[in-house]
């Protein structure tokens, strides 16, 4: 989603960005008054948004084939007051964590960014009586299926695949090159709803090659071999919280010579089950695991002295 910043408003109009759902102009023009009309204008196109994606209106910008095209500096002093009544008396329930804020255009005039976040308390009334969606860039009246769900989507949690961290590698060097490399990467996940999630489930399958078997918090929870990856299932079995964030694994992983091939073509996979449905990411393990934030090249390693001995030998046998 764009932020509400100046940098997203000179984004808006260097990349040409299009109005749709998420993203909205408004002339000034709108709200060189602050009347019923505009009231009604405004709680419409707000709460629309916010039982939808959520999304960013800019207050003060014109748009030609819904392309920005000019700006229009807001002239009604009481512009910015009147959009933070609109949200606190016209729109039924109130939307949270909504940022309504001033974005600076010369040293004297100024439009309005409005940041509408996708609501947990969705669906919210318009002051005219009616519930909104956005449609393009229109504001349609809901159905009633959809005014349904957008209740239910208050009571079901979403967990998400948040992060992996402590991607940098730790050498163990030979002669200014490395003899092998660890990494210790940490999965995370998140609840991004305003509900508890009571347990889910994450597993990782990592290059059964790379992976150190004797490294116990992970090989506790080891559940099978499938495709020359090792698969590991934990299981969380206390309350994730809203937005709360969790660590449910640390990996230990060692690249050197002999495994590079299976670093550089492997892939680490998580899968995360939780009761309202599963999430999957997929990393390339070279470009996950970093060392100084560059890709690891099979040439930065330093070669056994037992395999290039093992390779002379083979070279110097009869054909």
């Known amino acids: 989603m764009i932020p509400n910043t100046a940098q997203a408003l000179a984004d808006v109009f260097e990349f040409r960005v299009k109005e749709n759902a998420q993203l909205a102009f408004v002339p000034a023009g709108e709200i060189a008054q602050c009347g019923e009309k505009q ?3 405004f709680a419409t196109l707000i709460s629309a948004m916010a039982n939808g994606q959520g999304g960013n209106i800019f207050v003060g910008v014109a748009a030609a084939r819904k392309i920005a095209k000019q700006i229009t500096p807001i002239q009604n002093e009481n512009a910015l007051e009147f959009l933070h009544i609109v949200c606190k008396t016209a729109i039924f329930p109130e939307i949270p964590n909504i940022s309504i804020e001033k974005i600076a255009v010369s040293e004297t005039d100024y439009i309005i960014g409005i940041h509408i976040p996708q609501s947990a308390k969705a669906p919210h009334l318009s002051s005219n009586y009616h519930y909104y969606k956005r449609v393009e860039t229109k504001q349609v009246l809901m159905e009633e299926y959809e005014i349904r769900n957008a209740y239910e989507r208050g009571n079901r949690s979403e967990v998400e695949l948040y992060s992996v961290l402590n991607t940098n590698g730790l050498p163990i060097m030979a002669g200014g090159k490395f003899n092998a490399i660890n990494f210790y ?31 116990d918090s992970l090989q506790n929870h080891f559940s099978r071999f499938e495709n020359g990856s090792s698969i590991f299932s934990i299981f969380h079995k206390t309350p994730l919280f809203q937005h709360e964030l969790a660590t449910v694994a640390e990996a230990h992983i060692i690249v050197n010579a002999q495994n590079y091939n299976t670093f550089a073509e492997g892939e680490i996979a998580l899968t995360l089950f939780f009761s309202n449905g599963t999430h999957t990411r997929t990393y390339r393990c070279k470009e996950l695991l970093l060392y100084k934030n560059k890709q690891i090249e099979y040439a930065d390693f330093t070669v056994e002295q037992a395999v290039i001995e093992n390779a002379s030998q083979q070279s110097a046998l009869p054909l």
Request: hydrophobic share 45%; aromatic share 14%.
């Open 185 to 215: 990467p940490r999965f995370s996940v998140k609840n991004t709803s305003a509900c508890v999630e009571r347990f889910f489930k994450v597993e990782i399958s990592l290059p059964s090659a790379l992976v150190n078997a004797n490294f």
């Open 39 to 41: 009231q009604i204008f």
